[in-house]
């Protein structure tokens, strides 16, 4: 997601300046006149790095974004998620920057819905490490950040397309595609019948540079409000892929949410956004980049 994003703002002429320590992150996704320091943002030599850029701008993208492994591994995942959003405070408050956009996730933060598509007032109540930690900086940014700097918390469901990783334990439909495309099994965790709201990623960049635009606080869903369960997933991409075998089922990942969808009306009121790529049409996209 931080690979788009660096793109368009180097479209639109802004400096820009990646901060990655490249556990997950590639640089072969980023543009090649775009610096990178290698560094990790929970480290206090990160907050140097962001005074010496002295940016107008930081938006927060650095995460544990794997919700079984913030199961499994809950330390790793609040060191980073956790004290690394408050390392990012800092630096936003030292470097003087004019604003902070947190990427949080709508897709975990509500757990399991009691009404849907969940809106922004929908309860908060995390069933897994990974929307504890995010929610838990969302609160930080809220209590530390002065109101001299605007927050833009963007809640987003799931976002899909190019150049996710097929490799790491979520991303479904990259992890898919990448298999049928190799011919190896897919394994599905449960039965399948789970539900996501999947948002393409182009459509995030523009719900970002809205964000960014914008001239207050805000804290908005992005999502497309439709449920497509992890089976339908699976035949889409078959028929896209021709892939011919049936996926094998595995027990389900425990803080997996079964069903959430994101009502965006929010969003389109204040920022006149709405997702433009649809479910189909995104996933002939990215097999269609998987492919080259
Ligand atoms: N992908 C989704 O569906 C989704 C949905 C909602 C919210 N989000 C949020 O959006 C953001 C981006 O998600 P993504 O899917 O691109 O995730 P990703 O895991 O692909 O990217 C995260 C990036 O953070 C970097 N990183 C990890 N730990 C770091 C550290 N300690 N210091 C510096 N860099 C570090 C990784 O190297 C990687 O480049 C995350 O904050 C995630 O929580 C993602």
Redesign the pocket.
């Known amino acids: 997601?931080?690979s788009h994003v660096v793109g368009g703002l180097l479209a639109k002429g802004h400096d820009v300046l990646v901060?990655?320590?490249?556990?997950?992150?590639?640089p072969s996704n980023l543009p090649d006149n775009v610096e990178i320091v290698d560094?990790?943002?929970?480290d206090d030599g990160f907050v140097s790095v962001a005074k010496a850029f002295n940016p107008n701008v930081i938006s927060?993208?650095?995460?544990?974004?794997?919700v079984s492994v913030s199961m499994s591994n809950p330390c790793l995942d609040a060191?980073?998620?956790i004290l690394?959003g408050l390392s990012v405070c800092r630096a936003a408050k030292e470097a003087g920057c004019e604003q902070v956009l947190y990427?949080?996730?709508?897709?975990?933060l509500y757990g399991e819905p009691e009404y849907m598509p969940c809106d922004e007032d929908h309860p908060i109540r995390p069933i897994s490490g990974?929307a504890l930690s995010?929610w838990t900086s969302e609160c930080y940014f809220r209590m530390m950040l002065p109101d001299s700097i605007p927050l833009k918390v963007l809640?987003?469901?799931?976002?899909?397309g190019p150049r996710?990783?097929p490799h790491?334990e979520?991303?479904v439909i990259s992890i898919f595609a990448r298999k049928m495309l190799d011919g190896d099994v897919v394994q599905i965790f449960g039965d399948g019948e789970h539900t996501r709201d999947y948002v393409y990623v182009g459509d995030f960049v523009r719900a970002h540079d809205m964000a960014m635009r914008h001239a207050r606080s805000l804290t908005l869903n992005f999502g497309t409000g439709e449920g497509t369960s992890v089976n339908e997933v699976f035949q889409q991409l078959k028929s896209l892929t021709r892939y011919g075998e049936s996926p094998v089922y595995g027990d389900a990942r425990p803080g997996d949410v079964r069903h959430i969808t994101l009502d965006s009306s929010k969003a389109k009121r204040t920022l006149g956004w709405e997702p433009r790529v649809g479910l189909l049409e995104g996933l002939e996209k990215t097999v269609a980049y998987m492919r080259g």
């Open positions: 997601m931080g901060v990655d320590n490249l556990s997950t992150g590639m560094i990790d943002i929970a927060h993208m650095a995460a544990q974004s794997s060191r980073v998620n690394g990427v949080n996730t709508g897709g975990a990974y995010k809640r987003l469901a799931n976002v899909f996710q990783s790491g979520s991303g």
